[in-house]
């Protein structure tokens, strides 16, 4: 069986559930596990993603408004790797390849089948990785996750049910400039670890929010974590989120604590990796009852000191 993923969190499922020796191409952006950016890569990108939020921004919006994708497939290569299934998603063109391409392109293909993920709640998401397991025949090794999940998931409720004394507010950023607040799963996740949420929509999209909404709400927790942004290129912009945010009137009035975190690893791939995410929300959440997480994941977490300063 030759599997082709054009999206990071379907690689990291097929990954997840044993599949990764069949996997003969993948997306430009795959990147995890560090081994299958050796395989062929049947994308590339019309967007410079070392340009500055703003950049970035503007120049999504200019190519949409053409009507031309973000994101090239290559055909060609895609033939000659002949998968039995390519999975993709049918969510977010800004995200991936859209689905319109690769079904275009498939129709060139004699026999390959299409998975599409489409996930906007944390139910989604699993049942993805169950849906992919059983298209590909290994429903055991799906629901074997999905056991992992609830484990993960219990051992969150069960530390916060009793211990928890207050429910601080959580704002995440999904993108520095215009800023977004992370929705989709993200109110889900808050909820899970013991937050309230600010502003977001559980399954709805990342609302865009100005300085004026944002001065208006009183957060406790502030995770920045921009979507496709390791820490390194999130410490590079930190004038920009200070520019941004009303930091200094949340630092006075609410004490609100600020964390980084490697927006690129976690919370924006809607994969196996939304476990370790939660796990990460907890300890910035209520640092005191979940410490060890901020050992465990301190590779892709920062917390910010006053003023918005490095540790």
Same mark, same amino acid.
């Given at each position: 069986?030759?599997?082709?993923?054009?999206?990071?969190?379907?690689?990291?499922? /097929?990954?997840?559930?044993?599949?990764?020796?069949?996997?003969?191409?993948?997306?430009?952006?795959?990147?995890?596990?560090?081994?299958?950016?050796?395989?062929?890569?049947?994308?590339?990108?019309?967007?410079?993603?070392?340009?500055?939020?703003?950049?970035?921004?503007?120049?999504?919006?200019?190519?949409?408004?053409?009507?031309?994708?973000?994101?090239?497939?290559?055909?060609?290569?895609?033939?000659?790797?002949?998968?039995?299934?390519?999975?993709?998603?049918?969510?977010?063109?800004?995200?991936?390849?859209?689905?319109?391409?690769?079904?275009?392109?498939?129709?060139?293909?004699?026999?390959?089948?299409?998975?599409?993920?489409?996930?906007?709640?944390?139910?989604?998401?699993?049942?993805?990785?169950?849906?992919?397991?059983?298209?590909?025949?290994?429903?055991?090794?799906?629901?074997?996750?999905?056991?992992?999940?609830?484990?993960?998931?219990?051992?969150?409720?069960?530390?916060?049910?009793?211990?928890?004394?207050?429910?601080?507010?959580?704002?995440?950023?999904?993108?520095?400039?215009?800023?977004?607040?992370?929705?989709?799963?993200?109110?889900?996740?808050?909820?899970?670890?013991?937050?309230?949420?600010?502003?977001?929509?559980?399954?709805?999209?990342?609302?865009?929010?100005?300085?004026?909404?944002?001065?208006?709400?009183?957060?406790?927790?502030?995770?920045?974590?921009?979507?496709?942004?390791?820490?390194?290129?999130?410490?590079?912009?930190?004038?920009?989120?200070?520019?941004?945010?009303?930091?200094?009137?949340?630092?006075?009035?609410?004490?609100?604590?600020?964390?980084?975190?490697?927006?690129?690893?976690?919370?924006?791939?809607?994969?196996?990796?939304?476990?370790?995410?939660?796990?990460?929300?907890?300890?910035?959440?209520?640092?005191?009852?979940?410490?060890?997480?901020?050992?465990?994941?301190?590779?892709?977490?920062?917390?910010?000191?006053?003023? /918005?300063?490095?540790?």
């Amino acid at each position: 069986m030759k599997l082709v993923s054009l999206l990071p969190s379907a690689t990291e499922i /097929l990954v997840q559930l044993g599949l990764e020796e069949s996997l003969v191409g993948v997306s430009h952006e795959c990147d995890y596990p560090m081994s299958v950016k050796f395989l062929p890569n049947l994308t590339s990108t019309r967007i410079n993603p070392s340009s500055s939020s703003p950049d970035i921004h503007k120049s999504v919006l200019e190519v949409m408004k053409n009507s031309v994708s973000v994101y090239d497939l290559d055909l060609e290569l895609l033939k000659s790797l002949n998968p039995d299934f390519i999975v993709t998603q049918d969510l977010c063109d800004v995200c991936a390849v859209s689905f319109s391409q690769v079904e275009e392109a498939c129709q060139e293909l004699v026999g390959a089948k299409i998975i599409s993920l489409r996930p906007q709640k944390l139910g989604d998401i699993w049942n993805d990785v169950q849906n992919v397991a059983d298209q590909l025949g290994i429903s055991q090794r799906g629901e074997e996750f999905r056991e992992e999940v609830d484990s993960r998931v219990n051992a969150v409720k069960n530390r916060l049910n009793g211990k928890a004394t207050h429910t601080p507010k959580v704002l995440t950023i999904e993108w520095l400039d215009p800023i977004y607040v992370g929705g989709m799963w993200l109110p889900e996740m808050i909820d899970i670890a013991g937050g309230e949420v600010c502003i977001a929509e559980c399954g709805k999209p990342a609302p865009v929010v100005d300085r004026e909404v944002l001065e208006k709400i009183s957060p406790d927790v502030v995770v920045v974590k921009p979507c496709g942004y390791k820490l390194e290129q999130t410490l590079k912009e930190m004038d920009l989120l200070k520019k941004q945010i009303p930091w200094q009137d949340w630092e006075t009035k609410y004490n609100t604590r600020f964390y980084l975190v490697d927006g690129n690893s976690y919370f924006n791939r809607p994969g196996p990796r939304i476990l370790d995410s939660l796990e990460i929300l907890a300890h910035c959440t209520h640092p005191n009852l979940f410490p060890e997480f901020g050992e465990q994941y301190a590779d892709g977490l920062i917390k910010l000191e006053p003023g /918005l300063n490095l540790p």
